[in-house]
């Protein structure tokens, strides 16, 4: 069992920076597939950016080049960096956890992320 608890959301003004941090209470080292999803009203929860346990990372589209993903799986801690932030960012933003054997999947409480002026 995983439980995933996500922090660091808030308001930031257009352009600028959060770092979304997704602590782990049990282990997401090899077996787990890690990423950040995230819903805005009205709208279907999308993937956002996904990272393999060999440190292989994939982006949507509208965050490529503003957004960076990375692991630490001795603590274990997933990261979102988010720069150069946009109007259309905001949404509530959930970590996700997969196992690639069992399939077995966790996700988070989330956190929700403004961006307005």
């Known amino acids: 069992q995983v439980q995933l608890v996500e922090s660091g959301g808030g308001l930031v003004q257009p352009g600028g920076s959060l770092r979304l941090s997704c602590a782990a209470s049990?282990?997401?080292?090899?077996?787990?597939?890690v990423g950040w999803y995230r819903q805005a009203p009205g709208k279907e929860r999308e993937l956002v950016a996904g990272?393999?346990?060999?440190?292989?990372?994939n982006y949507a589209d509208s965050v490529k080049g503003r957004f960076t993903i990375s692991r630490d799986n001795a603590n274990p801690t997933v990261y979102l960096q988010m720069n150069s932030l946009k109007p259309e960012d905001t949404a509530v933003y959930y970590c996700?956890?997969?196992?690639?054997?069992?399939?077995?999947?966790?996700w988070g409480q989330g956190t929700q992320v403004t961006v307005s002026s």
């Open positions: 990272i393999t346990s060999g440190g292989s990372t």
């Open positions: 049990g282990s997401i080292g090899r077996f787990y597939g």
């Open positions: 996700n956890a997969r196992n690639i054997i069992t399939r077995d999947e966790y």
